[in-house]
């Protein structure tokens, strides 16, 4: 199928945020419904809170990188969205996704392409991609490699949690221990885009942070007590970060931790001794760069 007559792209202007994150939300659910696997926590639409926190993110972007923020049209209407990112030399898709029903038909090939140009001068690329075969071809066609990641869901049996001792919660001055954090691991920091995770009423999200001798490092951690950006030193001070992050976790209710690519095997060993259990979903993409570790990425500002 080839894309509506009256398609084109251009870049994206506030004034599509709204659009774009129901076209999101929208394309998320009925691929979750489409390739949902047994284990996995229940397919459920976006609620309205991280709705609004969506569209934060993105507001965000249009002010770091406007020109990595793009929008398909068709018949004079928003049908798609790729947001990008440029941090030092890391190029980063964020979010991309085009309506159902006008999906196949070319508008995400020019989309990324647009995404993809704001990123011509960087030695790095990374993102998180979905389990869409659609959107694993077009990452693949450009020249990123897929690296399956796993995913930990249930309940942590609170039997097992041990005593952690140096993690404290971060204050804006760790700032510059967070860049060089994110320096060493994946190769650039993520510089701006603190303000937006640790933004009070922006963010849903608590920092925790440890630096000693032995080791240092930094987690986002989400109300559900699970890390959704780590970055370490060493595995030690990892698997720290994410036992203090858990230990406030609702015993009664099931946790999911996801994003943890294969070089993370610190990981894999916390989720044994919690008793989560392990599965495979989504792809880390990465181009020109060595899988970062230890480290868990941010589902989109990565
Ligand atoms: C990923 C997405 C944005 C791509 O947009 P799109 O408009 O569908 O993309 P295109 O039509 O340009 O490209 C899709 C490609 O997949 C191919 N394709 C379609 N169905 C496929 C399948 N089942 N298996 C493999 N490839 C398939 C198409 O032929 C096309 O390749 P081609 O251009 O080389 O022929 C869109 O499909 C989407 O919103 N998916 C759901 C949300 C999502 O997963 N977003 C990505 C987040 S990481």
Redesign the pocket.
Known sequence: MTAPESARIRPMRADDVETCEQI?SR??H??DLRTFQRGWPDPCPRPPHRAELWQTRTRHLLTTDPGGCWV?EADGEVA?F?TSLVRELMWI?A??????G???????????DAALHHGRGCLRGM?????????????A?AGFRLQPQLLFHGRIDRAVLPVVRHVRDGTPGDRDLLDSLDRRTRGAAHGPDHDVLIQPGASELRLLVTDRPTGSGYAYVNTSGVPILLAAGNRKAATALTWEALAASDPDAPIEMGHVSPANDWAVDLAMAARLGVYSRGFLALRRMKEPAPYIPHPTLL
């Open positions: 999101s394309a998320f009925e691929l398909a798609g790729a898709l979010s991309y996704a085009v309506r159902p006008l999906q196949g038909r070319g508008l995400g090939r020019g989309l990324l993102l998180n991609a979905s389990d869409d075969p659609q959107a694993l071809r077009r990452y066609l």
